[in-house]
């Protein structure tokens, strides 16, 4: 009977819209929707998740933490074993109050830093009618156990529509990306760029807001008429005295959608537009077969005994499906060229058999 309950169970949160998989505003520590388990007990197919627009997944202390975007919560799944995300547990920490009127949060990512951990994430609060940055932050060890304490909203410089954040550390700085538009003209959101500034601490942003990237090739302008040109969901990734800062592609209606490529020495000044050189092709993507389509918004983990590095990213099993929840979280491992910058290879098919992630 028990096993019986936990598949039915399992059933609802599949077939059930994301809004409605869980009683906002309850704390309790609830299984999330399943995929099929694994063929081997060495190997796994994708999805991890098979609901999971922007997956964010950090490692801290044996387990690894992954956020995604719901729409109207925030969510903290905890696992030892990134194959097994998909039989994990999650704690909702936070939902979106009545008053004021909270909606469209999005891309949440989990950061240690000082100590602390901190939420950053984007949400449309009344009576603002654009997307602004928003923190929440908990001094706990574990961030499914702690309290955590809304510090509002993250005013970054020029106060203009934000989503999409993410922290550097590097050489004992903060920095903090994004992607936003270059005006306060709703008009202008058919123009999504990419943004950074210096902070002083995870709560504080300083200096100029910086201009690093806009779209400006044809396989960052596909998409809809009202939104054609983005550079979104900027991600970081450091190795070897080089900052690369990854970003989505296009907009997320298409099946375009892909990764592009920043790249930066890690000593130079990072406020400094021209310290960046942008890849002049995708680095991951565009893909439109093999249930791979409208692949982008990523994040990266290394394994916990450093011998391998992950890609972690949505897409879509269909064509034409858009922006909506039929995204779901992926992962393959990738390598490094010759010349210091990292090779992802191409997306891999729902049926292809991977190898779990070394130590698992």
Known sequence: MKNFLIALLGIVLLTGPIACRKTPGTNAVVPPSQTPPADTSTRFRNPL??????????????FYYAMHTTGNDLRIYKTPKMSQLGTSTYRTVWSAPGTPATRDVWAPELHRANN????????????????????????????????????????????RWAIDGTLLQLNGKLYYAWSGWESANAADGRHQNIYFCAMTDPLTPTGPRIRVSSPEYDWEKQGSPREPNV?????????????????????????????????????????????????A????????????????????????????????????????????????????????????????????????????????
Request: glycine share 8%.
């Open 49 to 62: 998740l098979t609901v999971g627009p922007d997956p964010w997944v950090i490692y801290q202390d044996g």
């Open 281 to 360: 092709t995708p680095v991951f993507g565009p893909t439109a077969a093999n249930g791979t389509y409208g692949i982008g918004h990523n994040s990266f983990f290394q394994t916990p005994d450093q011998k391998e590095d992950w890609l972690v990213y949505h897409a879509n099993p269909q064509a034409g499906q858009g922006c909506a929840d039929n995204r779901s979280v992926r992962m393959q491992p990738f390598t490094w060229k010759p010349d210091g910058s990292p090779d992802f290879g191409t997306p891999v098919s729902l049926t292809t058999l991977l190898k779990k992630p070394s130590g698992e």
């Open 231 to 279: 550079n979104e969901g900027p991600e970081f990734l450091t190795r070897n005295g080089k900052v690369f800062l990854v970003y989505s592609a296009s907009h997320c209606s298409t099946d375009a959608y892909a990764l592009g490529m920043l790249t930066a020495n890690a000593t130079a000044d990072l406020t400094n537009p021209a310290s960046w050189t942008k890849s």
């Open 116 to 159: 602390r951990w901190y939420i950053y994430y984007a949400a449309l609060v009344a009576p603002n009618t654009q997307h602004r940055m928003y923190v929440l932050e908990t001094d706990a060890a574990d961030p499914l156990t702690g309290t955590w304490t809304a510090r509002g909203e993250l005013k970054l410089p020029d106060n």
